[in-house]
């Protein structure tokens, strides 16, 4: 089956450090994929999807300078946080999907980041 | 980005009931819907999706009636069980977009 595995599961870092955060793909291309944030208080807020062989595109008020995604190949994503603050914390979730159409996302069980 | 609201935020339910989860949205390029189950401390999971073309999708005990006019759809989900608590996600998404997402109804079902 489809599956898709986020690394690691939980992570603190200090106020004004960065992050990288993993998205692995198993039993399927992962031609796009997605990366939200869910914050304790608010649904899912889109960061960016990144489609193989196309320019990531950045949702209003994430940037590539804040929240740089690498998607190398069709099994593997990664996103760092750069200089991460209280406002950075809450579980960050990525979906992927084979196709670029509607179709079904295959979520991970997310990052969750705490920042001290 | 709150294009999908969800209503109620939380609903308790007994066993056996039925549970009613109400979705809407304001995009009218929107052409694809799809429900998240999440439980905690797990990513959401597709429950069930329904297309604009359609008005109806059912699997099993969980149905989705959608009203393209009015930009609105509900989960319906029969024969509630204890197992089904959990958070429901109604997004909406179109072409080779990502969903957005609501921001959830979290469902009890008490035996």
């Known amino acids: 089956g489809a599956l898709v595995y986020q690394y690691p599961r939980r992570t603190i870092c200090k106020s004004g450090t960065s992050m990288r955060m993993e998205c692995q793909a198993v039993g399927f291309q992962a031609t796009s994929v997605a990366w939200y944030r869910q914050s304790p208080q608010k649904t899912f807020e889109l960061i960016a999807l990144s489609t193989v062989n196309s320019a990531i595109k950045y949702e209003q008020n994430f940037t590539q300078e804040k929240f740089p995604i690498s998607h190398p190949n069709l099994s593997f994503s990664s996103m760092t946080v750069l200089n991460a603050y209280l406002e950075d914390r809450g579980l960050y979730l990525c979906?992927?999907?084979?196709?670029?159409?509607?179709?079904?996302?295959?979520f991970g069980h997310g990052t969750k980041l705490s920042v001290l | 980005q709150q294009q999908v609201r969800q209503s109620p935020q939380s609903l308790t339910v007994w066993e056996g009931e039925t549970a009613i989860l109400n979705c809407s949205y304001e995009?009218?390029?929107?052409?694809?819907f799809p429900w998240y189950q999440q439980f905690p401390g797990e990513g959401p999971a597709l429950l069930i999706a329904?297309?604009?073309?359609?008005d109806k999708k059912e699997d099993g005990r969980f149905t989705i009636f959608f009203n393209k006019r009015e930009k609105k759809l509900s989960l319906h989900i029969t024969d509630s069980q204890p197992g089904d608590s959990a958070t429901y996600f109604c997004?909406?998404?179109?072409?080779?977009?990502?969903?957005?997402f609501g921001a959830g109804t979290k469902l009890s079902v008490k035996p």
């Open positions: 329904i297309r604009s073309v359609s």
């Open positions: 995009n009218s390029a929107f052409d694809y």
């Open positions: 979906g992927a999907r084979s196709g670029t159409g509607p179709e079904r996302l295959f």
């Open positions: 997004a909406a998404n179109n072409n080779n977009n990502a969903p957005r």
